[in-house]
């Protein structure tokens, strides 16, 4: 028998040996035995997965913007916090919608970046601010004095910068899998765990994934209020501004395009791991994610960003200027908290009392 | 002649003192080829067992030996029971402890009535009773207490409830005490956790699966390479309590261990 050299058994790592008369792979030290074009396909497969992922993107030109004269604009900046925002001239004094604390300085429209699309905003005022009170039904520990006692510092609808990433994904993910089975006769329980090695390749198109480009807007709350319909996406007219604030990007398509990649190849392999689910364990074992047309768009996407104050302190939602969907940070009542505590802990406790009592009787 | 007379008749009436004593058993209560007791001990403890014997009209024996010739002590007390007349009344009702020096292990088995009196739960009781004087070598106090605790079950079962409560290791009771008393403030809390996430929406999300182009995903490649299985075998947890068919083919009772 020859030694093989280039195969290592899966089991136990001893180097495989070739046994002429069965044409399998053998382990001299674990006794297992492997068909050689297993071993040639896992040999393939490893190295279809394996290597750098690579994204390629195309790099996004700057459009400017032009004065169609549909509506005056005026720059405003916060003194506080830097937020740089276009409005129409008609907004007036008002406070910064990101920080919150101090009002935002009016100043000579300079233009800014032409966007691709908007999605304009179809929630007005009055009907965010329904929709935001209808969200304390699913806070459960919200102070029941917070609906009187809080008070808006601001409420502004404001189009929030995004850069939007469309690609269609290559993938190749290896993983190692196992499944076990379990029986028994009258004297011992079996069980068997077959190990396996699954290998899936193939391609996944995504469109439209938002990335916040504006540094002054948490990107938890803008990753959190997603998604939009982009069936509601327009062309971009400066008329969509007319009472509401637009932020202009100050993180580059360039320092976005990390974070695209990160939920693209994370969300490719949750897609790829749906594929296992007849696997009682599987467990990644590498995994090489590459993009062909790569395309960068530059959008604004409706968000009304809320600043409350209760008890002292500031806390900001933002609901999704499209679909109402809520999104922050409530107070919490600590005495609802531990009272609902107590009462789970009260159920729990019988629960285990009768669970006990028929444990030992 | 009328000493010879004299003779035979107080040789009657002592006979008829003692024929009640073993009247209705065959063997001696206490048989000891091990030698772990003295001929006092054994005399006080027949005694002992004599008059729980008579009194329940039920066996109750002990046997030692040093050697042992079955495979497996239930087996060696069983066959001890069957083929040599232990047990009393018609069903051979009866309880015999049996003990091997060399191997350091200790069988109860019934049969008859002894099965019903001597359940599985009275049976670990009665075990947990007379082991540890056996891991203690204190063989007299065993055997004192085994007689002790046969009476009790026997007085309960003449009372028409035999002894039938489950018995448990302290490991088994401070486990369950203590899932008990941890598991609720474990799930109340998990449970306080999940609402207090809601308290939260503002998360990020580290997928894209809402931006996936409808009827995209195309997975071309789909290869499950099998390589190789591990069998695991392990034995059964076997309970010694219950009941077995002996090499007679009589039904026993039993429970044993290793001291």
């Known amino acids: ?361 | 002649m009328k000493k010879i007379f004299s003779c035979m008749l107080l040789l009657f009436i002592s006979m008829t003192l003692l024929l009640p004593t073993y009247a209705a058993f065959d063997n001696p209560p206490i048989i000891d080829d091990a030698g772990y007791l003295m001929q006092s001990e054994i005399d006080e403890l027949s005694m002992e067992l004599d008059n729980v014997r008579e009194k329940y009209n039920f066996e109750v024996a002990i046997y030692t030996e040093s050697d042992m010739t079955s495979d497996t002590a239930e087996a060696r007390a069983d066959d001890i029971y069957d083929y040599n007349g232990y047990g009393a009344g018609e069903n051979d009702n009866g309880i015999l402890l049996y003990i091997c020096s060399d191997t350091r292990e200790y069988h109860f088995t019934t049969h008859g009535k002894g099965l019903e009196y001597f359940n599985s739960n009275g049976l670990k009781y009665l075990e947990s009773k007379v082991a540890p004087y056996l891991s203690e070598n204190d063989y007299y106090e065993a055997f004192d207490i085994y007689i002790e605790t046969s009476e009790e079950l026997l007085e309960m079962a003449k009372s028409g409830k035999p002894y039938n409560e489950k018995q448990y290791s302290t490991k088994y009771l401070m486990g369950v005490i203590i899932v008990c008393l941890i598991a609720p403030l474990l799930i109340a809390f998990w449970m306080m956790k999940r609402k207090l996430k809601k308290m939260k929406t503002a998360v990020s999300n580290d997928y894209a699966a809402n931006y996936i182009k409808p009827g995209s995903t195309n997975i071309a490649v789909s290869r499950d390479l099998f390589l190789y299985s591990i069998i695991t075998k392990t034995e059964k947890a076997k309970s010694s309590s219950g009941t077995h068919t002996s090499s007679s083919g009589r039904t026993h009772g039993g429970q044993g261990g290793s001291f």
Not at chain 1, 273 to 289: F, G, L, Q
Request: proline share 4%; with cysteine; net charge negative.
């Open chain 1, 1 to 361: 028998m020859d030694v093989v050299q280039n195969y290592k058994c899966p089991c136990c790592t001893a180097p495989l040996v070739f046994d002429a008369e069965t044409q399998n792979l053998i382990c001299e030290s674990c006794d297992n035995t492997f068909p050689l074009e297993t071993m040639q396909q896992m040999t393939k497969g490893s190295a279809d997965s394996g290597g750098t992922s690579k994204y390629d993107w195309e790099s996004y030109t700057p459009r400017n913007y032009e004065d169609t004269n549909e509506v005056t604009l005026a720059n405003y900046s916060c003194p506080s916090c830097g937020a740089e925002i276009s409005g129409d001239d008609t907004l007036g004094s008002t406070v910064c919608p990101y920080c919150g604390n101090s009002t935002i300085v009016k100043g000579q429209f300079e233009g800014t970046l032409k966007p691709d699309y908007i999605i304009p905003f179809k929630l007005n005022k009055k009907a965010a601010m329904e929709t935001f009170e209808g969200d304390f039904k699913n806070a459960p520990f919200l102070p029941d004095s917070f609906k009187n006692k809080k008070k808006i510092e601001e409420m502004a609808g404001v189009y929030v910068p995004f850069w939007m990433f469309d690609c269609d994904c290559e993938a190749a993910v290896s993983y190692n899998a196992e499944r076990a089975t379990a029986w028994s006769d009258a004297n011992y329980n079996y069980t068997k765990t077959d190990y396996f090695k699954l290998f899936r390749r193939g391609r996944i198109g995504f469109a439209n994934i938002p990335v916040d480009a504006s540094k002054k807007a948490e990107d938890s709350y803008m990753e959190a209020v997603e998604p939009y319909n982009y069936q509601d996406a327009v062309e971009f007219s400066g008329a969509y501004l007319s009472g509401y604030m637009a932020d202009k990007y100050d993180v580059s398509a360039e320092e976005s395009i990390e974070r695209a990649n990160e939920r693209v190849k994370n969300s490719t392999i949750e897609a790829f791991n749906d594929t296992t689910n007849r696997y009682t364990v599987v467990i990644p074992e590498s995994s090489r994610v590459g993009f062909s047309n790569g395309k960068i768009r530059y959008s604004l996407l409706p968000v009304w960003m809320l600043n409350i104050k209760y008890m002292d302190k500031m806390y900001k939602f933002a609901i999704n200027g499209q679909t109402g969907k809520v999104v922050g940070e409530y107070p919490v009542d600590n005495s609802k908290k531990w009272k609902y505590f107590v009462k789970v802990a009260g159920i729990a406790y019988v629960a285990a009392a009768a669970i006990g009592w028929m444990l030992l009787h």
